[in-house]
């Protein structure tokens, strides 16, 4: 793979609770254990393209708190090269609340900071960062205006521009066209195309009503029912791997993060499908957002361990 990526979106310190279930309006429950975690979609991403041996940059922002020490510190322990990130004088670290009940689901509240306090100038230190890089990848933990200005600076490099809808937001109708691959959930699927987005049929259709808005290729991820990709030359559908959920945090980051990796690495969009979707389910079956995310060792010897089981 020549280049490195940038990984432009969001770096939260995570607060996770586990439970059996959520408190119900007034009411006060007993939690099973807290932990902190550092997280973030944009640190999640950047963090598991660097286990899959990726050369990453992380370009976001922090708070001048110990928050931020702790998040940049943690990036630089994956090798993630965090000289682009910057800190935010005036706003702290963004926060995430996250609560896991039994059957490994989550539900989680953002307080975004410092990711949302940019400045247009600021903008300015992506200029040096994209020489040499092989692609950009986005969420929208960042405010909207930034990610299209960025997407469309790298665009006009040649870089591969990924946009990852997470979480979900009204966006200009012509940000599509300065992206190359679009990474969505069904229910962000829903949210774009208006209409539900339940199994792979449903996927594949809203697949095809956003390519028709300009983007390269599509993909959508649908949980236990795996995930969708669409291109100009068709549909793909890749099964889920069955794994026990333990806690989905950073699952939806792990697939983009190894979606990219394996595209960047030349495999065509069936296997890097697979791959992604490999990688998401080791994801499920670990606690916490960053320490879940699997190296690319761990994810070839979890696919020849189901393909096995499949021959077998």
């Known amino acids: 793979?020549?280049?490195?990526?940038?990984?432009?979106?969001?770096?939260?310190?995570?607060?996770?609770?586990?439970?059996?279930?959520?408190?119900?309006?007034?009411?006060?429950?007993?939690?099973?254990?807290?932990h902190t975690f550092p997280g973030g979609k944009g640190a999640n991403q950047a963090v598991q393209l660097a286990r899959l041996g990726v050369q990453?940059?992380?370009?976001?922002?922090?708070?001048?708190?110990?928050?931020?020490?702790?998040?940049?510190?943690?990036l630089e322990e994956d090798g993630v090269?965090?000289?682009?990130?910057?800190?935010?004088?005036?706003?702290?670290?963004?926060?995430?609340?996250?609560?896991v009940d039994d059957d490994g689901d989550?539900?989680?509240i953002v307080v975004p900071e410092a990711n949302m306090n940019w400045a247009q100038g600021e903008l300015e230190a992506l200029d040096e960062l994209l020489r040499g890089s092989a692609c950009l990848l986005c969420q929208l933990e960042t405010p909207v205006p930034i990610v299209e200005a960025c997407l469309v600076q790298a665009?006009?490099?040649?870089?591969?521009?990924?946009?990852?809808?997470?979480?979900?937001?009204?966006?200009?109708?012509?940000?599509?066209?300065?992206?190359d691959l679009l990474i969505l959930n069904q229910t962000e699927a829903a949210f774009y195309v208006g209409r539900s987005v339940d199994g792979a049929d449903q996927a594949q259709s809203a697949a095809e009503a956003l390519l028709a808005r300009g983007c390269g290729t599509v993909a959508i991820t649908l949980g236990d029912q795996g995930a969708v990709a669409a291109d100009g030359s068709g549909a793909r559908h890749c099964a889920a791997f069955p794994v026990p959920a333990v806690d989905v945090?950073?699952?939806?980051?792990?697939?983009?993060?190894?979606?990219?990796?394996a595209l960047l690495a030349g495999a065509d969009l069936?296997?890097?499908l697979q791959f992604a979707c490999a990688s998401g389910a080791l994801t499920v079956t670990r606690s916490g957002a960053q320490p879940s995310l699997p190296k690319l060792a761990e994810i070839r010897a979890f696919m020849e361990s189901a393909r096995a089981r499949h021959v077998n």
């Open 106 to 108: 989550n539900y989680i």
């Open 81 to 99: 090269t965090t000289d682009a990130l910057l800190r935010d004088p005036e706003l702290g670290t963004g926060k995430g609340w996250v609560f």
């Open 56 to 74: 990453t940059h992380m370009f976001g922002r922090v708070g001048n708190d110990i928050y931020g020490d702790q998040l940049i510190a943690s």
């Open 155 to 179: 665009k006009d490099a040649g870089l591969m521009t990924v946009l990852n809808t997470a979480p979900a937001t009204k966006l200009p109708a012509d940000l599509f066209t300065h992206v």
């Open 249 to 261: 945090t950073a699952a939806g980051d792990s697939f983009c993060a190894a979606l990219v990796h």
């Open 1 to 34: 793979m020549d280049g490195h990526v940038i990984v432009l979106g969001g770096l939260n310190f995570d607060l996770v609770i586990r439970g059996s279930r959520m408190p119900g309006k007034g009411e006060s429950v007993f939690g099973k254990s807290f």
């Open 270 to 272: 069936s296997r890097a």
